[in-house]
């Protein structure tokens, strides 16, 4: 099963079949999907949502943002990214959201260049190549990195 996100919503097909696409989210602007901890995350314009069904239902789970940017999964844990730049922190599958602090202090302290249509520096991606490192990367201002887990 293939699961992808447009500006329009979030289809999936079978493998075998790609021209038979269904749609099973519709009026999501998808930023990113990411695959981990038996679920499927779709990081859109409105909420992070949570999928377990492969698509057939969708959860919103509790992140208060003006957008949900990026999403990304480990074995312990879901990152997700926002606008304005924040990163949250779940490590029992989206239920529950721990705002990472340390990235907040370092985001209020630095002068982020923004991006000419918004004023809000925002999460774009997030890497976690181990559990003890994440790599966050922000619009336009850059790379952050943590070496304890966020």
Known sequence: MLIFGTPDGI???PLEQFGYAEQVLDGRSVRQLRTGQSAVFAATASA????TDDGDTWTALGISADST???????????????PAELYRSDDRGESWERQTSFSEFATDT???????????C???IAAPTPDIVLVGVE?????GSTDGG
């Open 11 to 13: 289809y999936r097909a």
């Open 48 to 51: 992070l949502l949570r999928s």
């Open 123 to 125: 999460v774009r991606t």
């Open 140 to 144: 336009v201002g850059g790379l952050v």
């Open 111 to 121: 002068a982020w260049p923004t991006h000419p249509s918004h004023d809000d520096a």
């Open 69 to 83: 940017q990026a999403v990304h999964c480990t074995e312990e844990s879901v990152y997700a990214g926002v606008q």
